[in-house]
């Protein structure tokens, strides 16, 4: 064995470092992506932390919670994905028409 490390990409063809290069920079993307969308899912459970002043914020942060729940493995029995399905749209309509009262 030798400690000095191998240039793979030296070995491989055009299309193949292409594709490697490719790779390496979705991932990177993707990585970038996931940072960001980590950040904005904190600073949206920061803001939701505070006290509700409406039933309307109440509303949406049952919803965010919801929403959060139904991607778990306890959310996924059929029965719960429907009702949680209802409860939102539920909510969705309550809201709105207390968006429509002046």
């Known amino acids: 064995m030798t400690d000095k490390p191998v240039d793979l990409d030296a070995h491989r063809g055009f299309a193949a470092m292409k594709a490697t290069e490719?790779?390496?920079q979705r991932l990177y993307e993707f990585q970038i992506?996931?940072?960001a969308l980590r950040v904005r899912q904190e600073?949206?459970?920061k803001a939701l932390s505070q006290p509700a002043e409406s039933w309307?914020?109440?509303a949406g942060k049952a919803q965010y919670l919801l929403q959060i729940f139904a991607t778990t493995p306890e959310a996924q029995d059929p029965?719960?994905?429907a009702l949680i399905a209802r409860t939102l749209d539920d909510l969705a309509k309550l809201c709105e028409r207390s968006k429509e009262r002046p």
């Open 22 to 24: 490719i790779r390496r």
């Open 33 to 35: 992506d996931q940072e």
């Open 43 to 45: 600073e949206l459970e």
């Open 56 to 58: 309307l914020e109440a």
């Open 79 to 81: 029965h719960r994905q």
